[in-house]
């Protein structure tokens, strides 16, 4: 069979081509989630979790114009995107998974957002690398609203105190906070209570939502939703 010149093989046409599509879909619900919260669509960012997926996948998506992406473990995003970084200065890579404090220095040399401060060894630690290697990544506290025995965060009950130890003894750039709410549960109700946590503390940033829950999120003030399945497809 003859291919048409304007046609890509086929073992190259859907492999990462829904990405693009993804993405378009999903912008335009942010925009009309956003709307809807009376505020502007750049008010809320996308953080791509590219996490699993391979670096191709990962450059299909800044083809499509996203740059700032969310991996959860530091040896992946190793492998995966300092070559790409290199490639384009403007993307912004966030850690949104657990972290060994013995990770912390590679942690700030590679990712310029980490969002799962949720110790105080870890906050400590990253101090340190920070003033070790003079850059600062900007921080979020991941906060455990659903009060999970298995999850990580603080605690509801021990956040504020946390984040003026963060900020005033350990001098950590904290923006804001993130929350994953319990898979079985309503999420709105975390959503408010993370909104709630942060106000109090002066905290501008909230990272909450999900695939399945990030236009809820929005509704209750998310400034980033962090999108995997629903962008790249199931892991
Ligand atoms: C994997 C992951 C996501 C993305 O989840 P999806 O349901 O695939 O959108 C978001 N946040 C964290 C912390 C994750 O680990």
Known sequence: MQIRRHEK??????????IALHLTEIRARIATAAKTDGRAPEAVKLVAVSKTHPAEAVAAAIAAGQLIFGENRVQEAQAKFPALKALHPALELHLIGP???NKAADAVALFDVIESIDREKLARALADEMKKQGR???CFIQVNTGEEPQK?????GDVDGFVKLCRDELQLPIIGLMCIPPADQHPAPHFALLREMAKRNGLAQLSMGMSGDYE???QFGATYVRVGTAIFGAR
């Open 99 to 101: 972290l060994q404090s």
């Open 136 to 138: 600062r990544p900007a």
């Open 152 to 156: 990580a965060g603080i605690h509801p």
């Open 9 to 18: 093989p086929v073992s190259q046409m859907t492999q990462f081509d829904h």
């Open 216 to 218: 809820a999120a929005i």
